[in-house]
């Protein structure tokens, strides 16, 4: 399962790549709690092919998390305006267990969700102008 998308924020592109990124796996847990109850880096070097893990506490997405095997996610910022905005495109592929199908209804549902996700990931930036300045 597979889709894009591409949302405008109000924040600097170096803000959201750095809490999307490298800061996720410590304030996600902060931002949305009810839906994340940690994260941790599993593999990183500083080069492409970083893994985290995150864990979810909702039990409202478990239906859908039990199908899931693996995902990633590729992010572009670009800044826009004076560059106090930007333009993030993404890209998120997920790998569904071996004979396990995810309806229509379920992949929207993912790309609805993390869209709430990121959208909180700038509120909370918004909020706090002190984090990843």
């Known amino acids: ?8 924020y109000s924040v600097p592109a170096v803000r959201m790549f750095n809490i999307s990124i490298p800061g ?10 009810e839906i994340i109850k940690s994260g941790s880096t599993i593999h990183v070097d500083g080069a492409v092919g970083s893994v985290k893990q ?7 997405y478990q239906s ?9 996610t590729h992010y572009k910022f670009t800044p826009t305006g004076s560059g106090q905005s930007c333009i993030c495109k993404m890209i ?3 790998k569904v267990l071996p004979g396990v ?3 229509e ?11 709430i996700v990121i959208k909180a990931s700038e509120a909370f930036l918004l909020a706090n102008p002190d984090v990843f300045v």
């Open 101 to 103: 199908e995810a309806s």
């Open 92 to 94: 998120a592929t997920y």
């Open 24 to 33: 996720w796996h410590i304030h996600g847990s902060k931002i949305l709690l």
């Open 64 to 72: 859908i998390l039990n199908k899931i095997e693996s995902a990633s």
């Open 105 to 115: 209804a379920e992949e929207t549902k993912v790309k609805e969700e993390f869209i």
């Open 1 to 8: 399962m597979s889709w894009g998308t591409e949302i405008e």
């Open 54 to 60: 995150t864990n979810f506490s909702s039990v409202k």
